[in-house]
């Protein structure tokens, strides 16, 4: 049972790491993309757009947590 453990903390860890919120950026990008493609739309735009967003989202949060203290 400790190794199931282990190995669900690893995917955890390595899946959401430290910004839970950047994770669903990507899922959200994916499944999106998927959906796009799926409807016969060029969603190859769709991946590099939500990496930007996640990016700004992410960098806005910790500017901002940075000026509180």
Known sequence: MN???AFGRFWYDF????DWRVACW???ALGG???LEA?????WWL???AVAGALA???RRA???ARGR
Do not use: E, Q, T
């Open 47 to 49: 991946l590099p757009v």
């Open 57 to 59: 989202d992410s960098l």
């Open 26 to 28: 990507v899922a959200l």
């Open 3 to 5: 190794r199931i453990r």
């Open 63 to 65: 500017v901002k947590a």
């Open 15 to 18: 899946v959401i790491g430290d």
């Open 33 to 35: 993309s998927a959906g």
């Open 39 to 43: 409807a016969g739309v060029n969603a």
